[in-house]
């Protein structure tokens, strides 16, 4: 993933596009999930986003994904994993 899609405008514009206020902790909540390039969980994010409590992260991973910007994936572990939706 090239810089210029990481920047905070970029990622404010797309959650623009799919009708969601681009807040802080939406941004950098999505942010990392595009860093990651990977499905990654709660847990992780939790890890690596140390400015922000589990229910912050958990209210933007369910909005995101309410809105078609992210899947939620059951990995079989009881543990939901969460990667950025393309195609849209």
Do not use: W
Not at 2 to 14: K, P, T, V
Not at 41 to 64: G, H, P, Y
């Amino acid at each position: 993933m090239n810089e210029s899609s990481l920047s905070y405008d970029a990622i404010a514009s797309r959650l623009e596009e799919r009708g969601v206020k681009p807040t802080p902790n939406r941004v950098i909540v999505l942010r990392e999930i595009i860093a990651q390039e990977r499905p990654v969980c709660l847990a992780d994010l939790e890890a690596k986003l140390d400015t922000l409590d589990r229910s912050s992260i958990f209210r933007v991973l369910t909005l995101l994904s309410e809105a078609d910007i992210l899947h939620a994936i059951e990995d079989g572990s009881g543990s939901m994993k969460y990667e950025l939706c393309h195609g849209r």
